[in-house]
Each structure stands twice: as structure tokens, then as C-alpha cells.
């Protein structure tokens, strides 16, 4: 079976702090693979997507990079972290299939507060 | 572009009433149709989904219908518990060659009260 495994559940980082965020997949291949924020705790804004290593698309412009080095893994990251990049942070998969009906499944998600 | 119109929130019931969640969607084409749940603090859990024009998903007690003539996908149950509060996204997917993405509406939080 696919698990989704992300990293760390909470983070408290200082203004100016670098950010690495970690997303793996386990159970299949070639996945597409979403970064998610979540500033007002309901709505979600899509930040990347990958459909394969090293193809990342952004979906809005930020101080925040993805990256994916390996074909089951997805980074997020950041130089320096503003104020306003704290929030939660949902990593997820999909079987990237031209007429989806599986849909997406969602690590477990970061909460990420900057002080 | 497709998109998703979810009945905003929040919405707070007692425990055992009826729940409905309203939910319609524009698309080009022929989406798939999800209901995600987020229990305070998690990730976004899958709850029940359709593929096609009539079907019915449902899970825990919960049930959604495709309905392709009002392009509506609402989220029902009859008897709600406490634990059923949480935040409900409606979902559909878009097909694109690259594979499908799904556009999320903005979510409704309900709250059950004993």
C-alpha cells in the first residue's frame, strides 16, 4: 500500500531563518507530487507541483522553492523565512492519470510558525 | 477554468440533526467529484468520492450524489455526532495532459455540539 510520509509535524523558526520541509512517497512510482499552504487554517493555496524529478511547476510567486532530487521525494524550502510564511504546510500525491478518480492523499501536514 | 462553489461555514449543529453541505462545480469536461475531511490539527483524509453522472459515494455515514443536470455534488448525513466536527473541502479533478489536478472549494468548518 502508498503511505505519505511528512516532516517535522511542527516547526518554530526565527524571521531570516533558513526552511527545509520533507514529503516522501512510499508504495509507487512516478507520482505527481503538491505543496499545499494552509494561512487562514481552512483554504488551501497550492504552491508547487511535480510530475516527475526535477519538473517543478510554481503555482504563485513567493519567497518559498520546491525541489524534488528523487522520484518519491519533494522538498520545500526557503532562505529566509518571513512572518508571513507561517502557517501549515500539506504535502500530497497523486497517480498523475489524465482522468483522476483516486484523487489526492495529504501527509499529515507541518505546522510551521515564524516568531 | 473549472472551479468549486462550497456553501460557506461555519456551520454549527447538535448532535443527531441532519447535516447538508452544498457544493457545485463548472467544468469543461467530465471531473471526477471528492469530499475531503480535516479533523483539527491533520492532514486532509479522503471521505468519499463519485466518477460519474448518478453515482452516490458515501463513507461514515455520509453521502454525496452526482448530479450532472444541477452540476451539484452536496455532502449529506442524517445523524451528525460530535465527532464528525471538522473542516469538509469539496473537490473535483481537471483533466490535463501532464495528469489530473484537483481544484478544492474553500471549505466549511462544522461544528457538533452534544
Avoid at chain 1, 500530497?92 to 495529504?106: E, I, K
Wanted: glycine letters at 10%; a negative charge.
Amino acid at each position: 500500500s502508498q503511505t505519505i510520509h511528512q516532516w517535522p509535524a511542527t516547526l518554530v523558526q526565527p524571521v531570516g531563518s533558513p526552511l527545509s520541509l520533507e514529503c516522501t512517497v512510499e508504495g509507487t512510482s512516478n507520482p505527481n507530487l503538491y505543496w499545499y499552504r494552509q494561512a487562514a487554517g481552512r483554504g488551501l493555496q497550492l504552491l508547487f507541483y511535480s510530475v516527475g524529478i526535477g519538473q517543478i511547476s510554481s503555482e504563485v510567486p513567493q519567497n518559498l522553492s520546491a525541489s524534488r532530487p528523487q522520484d518519491r521525494q519533494f522538498i520545500l524550502s526557503s532562505k529566509k523565512l518571513l512572518l508571513s510564511d507561517s502557517g501549515f504546510y500539506l504535502c500530497a500525491w497523486s497517480r498523475g492519470l489524465v482522468r483522476d478518480m483516486y484523487g489526492y492523499t495529504f501527509g499529515s501536514g507541518t505546522r510551521l510558525t515564524v516568531v | 477554468g473549472d472551479s468549486v462553489t462550497q456553501m460557506e461555514g461555519p456551520v454549527t449543529l447538535s448532535e443527531e440533526a441532519f447535516l447538508t453541505i452544498n457544493c457545485t462545480y463548472t467544468a469543461t469536461g467530465y471531473p471526477s467529484l471528492f469530499w475531503y475531511v480535516q479533523y483539527p490539527g491533520e492532514g486532509l483524509q479522503l471521505l468519499l468520492k463519485a466518477t460519474k453522472a448518478d453515482d452516490k459515494g458515501s463513507n461514515k455515514g455520509f453521502e454525496a450524489t452526482y448530479r450532472k443536470e444541477t452540476t451539484s455534488f452536496h455532502l449529506e448525513k442524517g445523524s451528525v455526532q460530535v465527532s464528525d466536527s471538522a473542516v469538509y473541502f469539496c473537490a473535483l479533478s481537471e483533466q490535463e495532459t501532464s495528469g489530473s489536478r484537483l481544484t478544492f472549494g474553500e471549505g466549511t468548518q462544522l461544528t457538533v455540539n452534544p
